[in-house]
Nanobody, 119 residues
Framework: QVQLVESGGGLVQAGGSMRLSCTASGRGFGAFAMVWFRQAPGKERELVAAISYSSGSIYYADSVKGRFTISRDNAKNTVYLQMNSVKPEDTAVYYC????????????WGQGTQVTVSS
């Protein structure tokens, strides 16, 4: 069984920075791409950023482009989301998500981490 565990959320002032982490744990899984989503109260879940296993393909939503950076350390099975110049509208629960193959492909979600940006 694979688990995605997020960390790094909390309260940050507008204009500040915060780094989120998502670590995959378990046994017998191979390479995987990772996606960060977020969901603000009363809004639909939004794709924020995505990264391939090799880091050769990276995607950002227009709303975070130039402010957020996604990266990964495959030796640690960890993906990071560096959030700079945060805005109040970045306030949301952030989730990591991945399709990971063990005996078969399955989709996994992290538990979510709250990010609150104060103005």
């Amino acid at each position: 069984q694979v688990q995605l565990v997020e960390s790094g959320g909390g309260l940050v002032q507008a204009g500040g920075s915060m780094r989120l982490s998502c670590t995959a744990s378990g046994r017998g899984f191979g390479a995987f791409a990772m996606v960060w989503f977020r969901q603000a109260p009363g809004k639909e879940r939004e794709l924020v950023a995505a990264i391939s296993y090799s880091s050769g393909s990276i995607y950002y939503a227009d709303s975070v482009k130039g402010r957020f950076t996604i990266s990964r350390d495959n030796a640690k099975n960890t993906v990071y989301l560096q959030m700079n110049s945060v805005k109040p509208e970045d306030t949301a629960v952030y989730y990591c998500n991945a399709n990971i193959r063990t005996s078969a492909w399955s989709n996994y979600w992290g538990q979510g981490t709250q990010v609150t940006v104060s103005s």
